[in-house]
């Protein structure tokens, strides 16, 4: 039987820090949440579940020791994603909130005498290592930050902490109070005659499996370990085949040819510099891996950490529902 374990979670009020709540919680263990206010919905947590409402990035050292005492494990799923636009340049932004704060955090659990420590992070990690042709972390500030943030976290919990990454691809589900990143995917979907969208393809996942592999990771994952966590490999024809029908009308899918894909990429990297902006993902280079298949074989981490295999058309259907 697997120890209790104190666990604090790190943005447990979101997408993925609910999931893995709802798993630990179900297991068992004992878990504290620091998240940004407000909560998105009442009733979310079981009573046990402490709440704290603040940002990480605002508290003190000692404030953050003191979260941290008694604690057996800690999770990061806070930080910037891909879809902010900050000021250019873009990287500063993205060190400090991917980088920066994950590296403060993991030695101050690993001064507080936390063990064990899961970082969630990016599959485009995984592919930098397998494609260095395409020098993605050159090339998009967003997933140089990610590659820095694993190697950040790992080194700072030294021999005294394991730390384990989880390298997550496109994600689906549903959760109270928070509208999933694809309303305006689904909203094209349902509002066009005919999908026009790349080549391509990448691996899915359901919610309910993330929060499974978070709860193994804490459980069972081997330190220093890079897990890249998913389920289905589906071309975006395949997928916005299986959308199209959950709106309740299958629809024909186009592939744009990628010349024009870069074109559009073009016009958006214009936008962003008259905006003063820069995106974490270069639009004109992302055409690479938006084309590319990002697939990967999910069940060498799904045998490492223990969670079950998706199941990709209940969460589809859960996010199209939520996206009304």
């Given at each position: 039987m697997t120890k209790k374990l104190n666990v604090l979670l790190i943005g447990g009020t979101g997408f993925l820090g609910f999931y893995a709540t709802k798993e630990l919680t179900k297991r068992g263990h004992q878990v504290s949440i620091l998240a940004l206010p407000p909560l998105p919905a009442e009733g979310l947590f079981p009573k046990e579940t402490k709440i704290i409402l603040a940002d990480l990035n605002q508290l003190s050292d000692d404030a953050i020791l003191e979260l941290l005492k008694g604690q057996d494990a800690v999770i990061y799923a806070a930080g910037a994603d891909d879809r902010v636009t900050p000021k250019a340049p873009?990287?500063?932004?993205?060190?400090?909130?991917?980088?920066?704060?994950?590296?403060r955090l993991m030695v101050l659990a690993r001064n507080a005498g936390v063990k064990r420590a899961v970082v969630l992070g990016s599959y485009f990690v995984h592919f930098d290592r397998i494609w260095p042709h395409l020098k993605l972390k050159e090339n998009h500030p967003y997933i140089r930050s990610r590659v820095e943030q694993e190697a950040a976290a790992i080194e700072a919990g030294g021999k005294d902490m394991a730390v384990m990454i989880l390298e997550l691809p496109y994600i689906f589900g549903s959760m109270p109070g928070r509208t999933p990143i694809w309303k305006p995917l689904i909203k094209y979907i349902r509002n066009t005659p005919i999908i026009f969208y790349t080549h391509g393809g990448?691996?899915?996942?359901?919610?309910?499996?993330v929060g499974?592999?978070?709860a193994g990771a804490i459980e069972q994952g081997k330190a220093g370990q890079s897990y890249v966590v998913g389920s289905e490999n589906l071309t975006w024809v395949e997928l916005l085949h299986k959308l199209s029908k959950l709106t309740g009308k299958e629809k024909h899918v186009v592939s744009l040819p990628n010349w024009l894909a870069t074109i559009a990429g073009a016009l958006?990297?214009?936008?962003?510099?008259?905006?003063?902006?820069?995106?974490?993902?270069?639009?004109?280079k992302l055409i690479q891996?938006?084309?590319?298949?990002t697939f990967f074989d999910p069940t060498v981490a799904r045998e490492a950490l223990g969670f079950n295999s998706s199941d990709l058309d209940a969460a589809l259907q859960k996010t199209v529902e939520a996206c009304k």
């Open positions: 873009a990287y500063p932004y993205f060190y400090k909130y991917n980088v920066e704060a994950t590296r990448t691996n899915c996942i359901a919610v309910e499996q499974e592999a978070i958006l990297k214009m936008q962003h510099f008259f905006e003063g902006k820069e995106g974490g993902l270069d639009p004109i891996i938006q084309t590319a298949k």
